[in-house]
């Protein structure tokens, strides 16, 4: 039996479902079956928990005996996929961090409340996944691929980085023009890593 490659992707703040299924439907072209899931990062659902509940349900629903399971977190999306890996690591393949914090710090212009005000279960994540960090093993970061632009306006270039993972600078700047630009035109960077 051939084995499916799922690969759940989860945006950021700005939720952004359909632009994520239109940017991984070339996906297909490579065997992967992308999954959008909507974290509805603000609308707070009983907290990050429900959003955490909601997400284990879906690698649950994907998991069997030939499927492998990847997570792409973008922005906000990063630190669920990083917790997600952390409660599921037997069922996840790879787990791609694009442009997206997994520990506070702040830029001059914009910290780290600043950037999770809008969204508490985002704070909560972020917390969440920077506990979980110093708790990864070499091989569990082995996993793991991070990218980040040049420079990022948004999210601060320490926030992004695990250590003994595999991390990527990208020949972009902005933080949705570099998020965009890694789901489409560099998107092999991603889909080799995940088929690996």
Not at 53 to 66: E, F, H, M, Q, V
Not at 101 to 124: H, I, K, L, M, N
Not at 140 to 163: G, N, S
Request: aromatic share 10%; charged share 25%.
């Amino acid at each position: 039996m051939i084995s499916s490659n799922h690969v759940i992707i989860i945006p950021g703040l700005g939720n952004g479902v359909a632009k994520h299924e239109w940017a991984t439907n070339s996906w297909k072209n490579y065997g992967i079956v992308p999954h959008v899931f909507d974290a509805k990062w603000k609308v707070e659902e009983n907290g990050f928990q429900e959003k955490l509940k909601r997400a284990l349900k879906l690698i649950d629903s994907l998991a069997g005996k030939n499927s492998k399971i990847s997570i792409v977190g973008n922005s906000a999306g990063s630190s669920l996929a990083l917790n997600l890996y952390g409660e599921r690591k037997k069922q996840i393949n790879h787990v791609v961090i694009n442009c997206g914090r997994v520990r506070d710090g702040d830029w001059p212009w914009f910290t780290y409340d600043q950037a999770t005000e809008s969204s508490p279960s985002f704070r909560e994540s972020v917390i969440r996944a920077q506990k979980l960090e110093k708790k990864l093993t070499k091989n569990d970061r082995k996993k793991i691929l991070t990218l980040r632009p040049w420079f990022d306006e948004t999210v601060p270039y320490f926030t992004v980085p695990i250590k003994d993972a595999r991390n990527e600078i990208v020949p972009s700047i902005e933080h949705v023009i570099s998020i965009a630009l890694n789901m489409t035109l560099y998107k092999k960077r991603i889909i080799d890593f995940i088929l690996k």
